[in-house]
């Protein structure tokens, strides 16, 4: 008896609100019969997300780590190391207190930016530079479709942003997520919006000590998710990018001898490498950051609309640090570059590698570490064996950013010129998966290089 009285007030509500709808739109068809307009009423837009990385403290007092970030180099003593354990975050706080930058001055030396073509190619590159301390340039390496005249992939994607101050370098690499116009102007919001920040954004005095630098450059980061779409009636309709952006900072006189640091936060899979030049070795600063270390289509993560309420994908989101010296080269490369130095892409077979695995794929699988580090090991000597070769055809000592740069982009033209061409001369056939014949990756590439200057700071 309950559940038919129920039903029956459910069936008298049911008709009530039938009625008063059939009368609504009565009055409806009255007014535009009256000559009256009709007008329809938007639903109410649902607010954007706005987003906002934060440092969170934990129980142990002064310990302090970034949310969803698991490695940053922190100082131990008289020496820096990099490391993912938990052990290292007591003494990172207290550490890196007793580092304190130069204080910031607001006279920008230079800005570069590009590329100023969104259709660059590898017969006129874009390439920028300040004197002989800073290079940076993109190019295409995808093939020309013959029926369009018109390069595969354009407009290009990429896009770099460096302000350079006296006692800093602030820099941004965006490489936008698939082609087209949407993801080219999410990269170049997300590099804008991050430079700004440092260069609009902070005190006078700049930031005090090193261990701030973390909680800036995730704020930093958070301006350059929220500009992706601004201005966006749905967020959705903005590009996704995989971004890099770091500062080069010049200390004060410390008790660890440490001169200039770089410090970086990394979403998705442009990679920072630092040059040595006193051992002339490599150090794949973002070394972690590729999460699928044998699939080249997963970045591992990206800035814009990406999840649910617009969110980004922070899978591997991490931030950086590198000790660097007077001469050293840090250089900044999107996948276009560091596929190309890949042992699978270059049609390497695991064992060469002295990994267990019929094909990449089941090494993976088999063991993801052991995988994951041998390829950070080939590509840190591959880069090695090239520097080295750049400096003795040119019987120097100091690796300067535009030799390095132009070496890596002709690496990368030179390594994937066979797919170049058997693309152009058969435009409507997929490129046959053979790494030994058609090997690397055709792509948007870009280099920003950097040398550390001396002690006086940029000039």
């Not at 039938?18 to 009055?27: I, M, R, Y």
């Not at 020496?79 to 975050?89: F, T, V």
């Not at 997963?298 to 999840?307: K, S």
């Not at 695991?350 to 088999?366: M, T």
């Amino acid at each position: 008896m309950d559940f038919a009285r129920k039903m029956k007030e459910a069936e008298e509500k049911e008709s009530k609100l039938q009625q008063t709808l059939n009368a609504k739109k009565s009055e409806l068809r009255e007014l535009t019969a009256d000559g009256a307009p009709s007008t329809t009423v938007a639903p109410p837009k649902a607010e954007k997300k706005k987003f906002n990385f934060r440092w969170i403290d934990t129980a142990e007092p002064g310990r302090r780590r970034p949310t969803r970030v698991g490695v940053i180099e922190a100082a131990d003593n008289d020496r820096l190391y990099s490391s993912k354990s938990e052990d290292a975050w007591p003494r990172l706080s207290v550490t890196l207190s007793k580092l304190r930058p130069e204080p910031f001055d607001s006279s920008c030396l230079a800005r570069v930016t590009g590329p100023q073509n969104s259709e660059v190619s590898l017969e006129q590159p874009s390439a920028e530079r300040y004197r002989s301390c800073l290079y940076a340039r993109t190019v295409s390496t995808y093939p020309i479709h013959p029926s369009k005249q018109k390069r595969d992939g354009d407009p290009v994607c990429d896009r770099f942003n460096v302000q350079l101050f006296r006692h800093r370098a602030v820099l941004a690499l965006g490489d936008g997520c698939n082609w087209g116009p949407r993801p080219r102007d999410a990269a170049a919001r997300a590099t804008e919006a991050f430079v700004g920040y440092f260069a609009n954004t902070l005190p006078a005095g700049g930031i005090p000590v090193l261990k701030d630098v973390g909680p800036q450059l995730l704020k930093a980061l958070a301006t350059a998710q929220n500009a992706i779409v601004d201005g966006k009636d749905d967020p959705y309709e903005a590009g996704t990018t995989t971004f890099l952006g770091g500062l080069l900072l010049q200390l004060q006189p410390n008790e660890l001898d440490v001169p200039w640091v770089f410090v970086c936060v990394s979403v998705g899979d442009c990679k920072a490498f630092h040059w040595s030049a006193k051992t002339r070795r490599i150090t794949d600063i973002t070394e972690s950051n590729r999460c699928n270390s044998t699939d080249a289509t997963d970045p591992g993560g990206r800035l814009g609309p990406q999840l649910s309420e617009g969110a980004p994908d922070l899978r591997n989101m991490e931030l950086y640090f590198e000790e660097v010296h007077e001469g050293d080269v840090v250089f900044m490369v999107s996948d276009g570059v560091h596929d190309n130095i890949d042992p699978q892409q270059l049609g390497l077979a695991p064992d060469a590698l002295h990994l267990k695995g019929a094909n990449w794929k089941e090494a993976e699988k088999l063991h993801p570490s052991e995988t994951e580090t041998a390829k950070n090991i080939f590509r840190r000597c591959f880069l090695e064996k090239e520097f080295g070769a750049l400096l003795a055809a040119e019987n120097a000592d100091t690796l300067l950013p535009e030799a390095l740069g132009v070496s890596l982009i002709e690496r990368c033209q030179q390594i994937t010129e066979p797919s170049r061409a058997w693309m152009e001369e058969n435009p409507n056939k997929k490129l046959p998966e053979n790494y030994t014949q058609y090997p690397g990756k055709m792509d948007h590439t870009t280099v920003i290089a950097i040398s550390i200057p001396s002690s006086v700071g940029f000039v």
